[in-house]
């Protein structure tokens, strides 16, 4: 009895922390709230600047395996595709990392993405709670179209295919 009892308890505890997850985050269908961002140590941009355009947005953590996974399938087979496209931006935020550890971290894997800080979770607390990585897809009138948590290829690549069919 008392396995049941812990058993169901635990149930209903792990499907309240998602519900209570997907409820605070910003949803498919929705404007994408606007933010601002540096794009370098003191060059503020606003999410907002880029109407008319297709933006993928991706919130990681230098220490987060899953991030450290998708990271390199975001650089090769999403940026380094489109990073020529004047219809496509890409922004990553490090969820609580300085402009010294996100160089740090962008030399030592050979990025070449553009990558900024979000030291006190500015940015990601107006789209999520927790979980990373976590990314958004927002089309050229500035709604969300797709978001993921974590890492899974099929997922990463319905979102390509869905950038893809977006710009064309």
Request: net charge neutral; glycine share 4%.
């Amino acid at each position: 009895m008392k396995q049941i009892i812990f058993i169901a308890f635990l149930f209903l505890f792990t499907g309240s922390m998602f519900a209570q997850d997907e409820f605070t985050m910003a949803k498919k269908g929705e404007k994408a709230p606007d933010f601002t961002f540096e794009t370098a140590p003191g060059k503020m941009q606003k999410l907002s600047d880029f109407k008319g355009k297709v933006v993928w947005i991706n919130f990681f953590a230098t220490w987060c395996p899953p991030c450290r996974k998708e990271l390199p399938h975001l650089q090769k087979e999403v940026y380094d595709k489109y990073k020529d496209n004047k219809d496509f931006v890409l922004i990553i935020l490090g969820r609580e990392h300085s402009w010294d550890e996100i160089n740090t971290f962008t030399s030592e894997q050979g990025f070449t993405m553009p990558f900024s800080p979000d030291p006190d979770r500015k940015v990601f607390s107006i789209y999520a709670k927790q979980n990373i990585p976590r990314n958004f897809i927002i089309n050229k009138d500035g709604k969300i179209v797709e978001s993921s948590i974590g890492f899974e290829e099929k997922e990463f690549n319905a979102m390509k295919e869905k950038v893809e069919n977006l710009l064309k």
